[in-house]
């Protein structure tokens, strides 16, 4: 069947403008359009700032109990912003945790800050991830509002005295955590 032309049918096609692509052709290509661009933004980017003090915080944890960012003064914390929508974070996650695991007896904090999600889907991921550091509930935004996240996943480490050393956006490898880690137990 040819586009204007009669088929078996007399089914008739819509005739494209000039230069256009099909739709179906269009729509086909839509999510991995969107894919594509949520990976391209979501490099790993470290800011490059001046050490700074880290925005204190106040919120609850998946485990129920409340947690403040100054609880854990005196120890490096990795706070990283994700959603379980968030394809590149839940491609980061198995790495967080494999750091955690790593240096936890050395005093390394990793807490995974949920970005305006119920509880119950939460506790469902981390539980589907076998997330062990603590997870957290940024149920208004107002944690996320205060470090000024432009996007997830988006990490910031955090020194010994409570001071923001590094920051990125987007998924890191192993060894790029490492060196985060390792310079922020350096620094503090």
Same mark, same amino acid.
């Given at each position: /069947? %040819?586009?204007?032309?009669?088929?078996? &049918?007399?089914?008739?096609?819509?005739?494209?403008?000039?230069?256009?692509?099909? @739709?179906?052709?269009?729509?086909?290509?839509?999510?991995?359009?969107?894919? !594509?661009?949520?990976?391209?933004?979501?490099?790993?980017?470290?800011?490059?700032?001046?050490?700074?003090?880290? &925005?204190?915080?106040?919120?609850?944890?998946?485990?129920?109990?409340?947690?403040?960012?100054?609880?854990? #003064?005196? %120890?490096?914390?990795?706070?990283?912003?994700? &959603?379980?929508?968030?394809?590149?974070?839940?491609?980061?996650?198995?790495?967080?945790?494999?750091?955690?695991?790593?240096?936890?007896?050395?005093? !390394?904090? @990793?807490?995974? /800050?949920?970005? %305006?999600?119920?509880?119950?889907?939460?506790?469902?991921?981390?539980?589907?991830?076998?997330?062990?550091?603590? @997870?957290?509930?940024?149920?208004?935004? #107002? $944690?996320?509002?205060?470090? &000024? $996240?432009?996007?997830?996943?988006?990490?910031?480490?955090?020194?010994?005295?409570?001071? $923001? $050393?590094?920051? #990125?956006?987007?998924?890191?490898?192993?060894?790029? /955590?490492?060196?985060?880690?390792?310079?922020?137990?350096?620094?503090?």
């Amino acid at each position: /069947m %040819k586009a204007g032309g009669g088929g078996a &049918a007399g089914a008739r096609l819509p005739l494209a403008r000039p230069g256009a692509a099909p @739709v179906r052709a269009r729509a086909a290509a839509l999510p991995l359009a969107i894919l !594509l661009a949520a990976l391209a933004g979501c490099g790993a980017q470290p800011a490059a700032a001046a050490p700074h003090p880290a &925005a204190g915080f106040t919120v609850s944890g998946i485990d129920g109990q409340p947690h403040r960012l100054a609880d854990y #003064r005196g %120890k490096v914390v990795i706070l990283n912003f994700w &959603a379980t929508w968030c394809i590149p974070c839940r491609a980061e996650i198995p790495d967080l945790e494999h750091e955690y695991r790593a240096h936890r007896a050395e005093g !390394l904090v @990793v807490l995974g /800050m949920d970005y %305006k999600e119920s509880r119950d889907d939460v506790v469902a991921f981390a539980t589907e991830y076998t997330v062990s550091y603590p @997870v957290l509930l940024d149920a208004d935004g #107002r $944690v996320h509002d205060a470090y &000024a $996240v432009g996007g997830l996943p988006q990490t910031f480490v955090i020194d010994a005295r409570g001071r $923001v $050393v590094s920051a #990125r956006t987007g998924i890191a490898s192993r060894a790029t /955590m490492e060196q985060e880690y390792q310079a922020a137990a350096r620094a503090g």
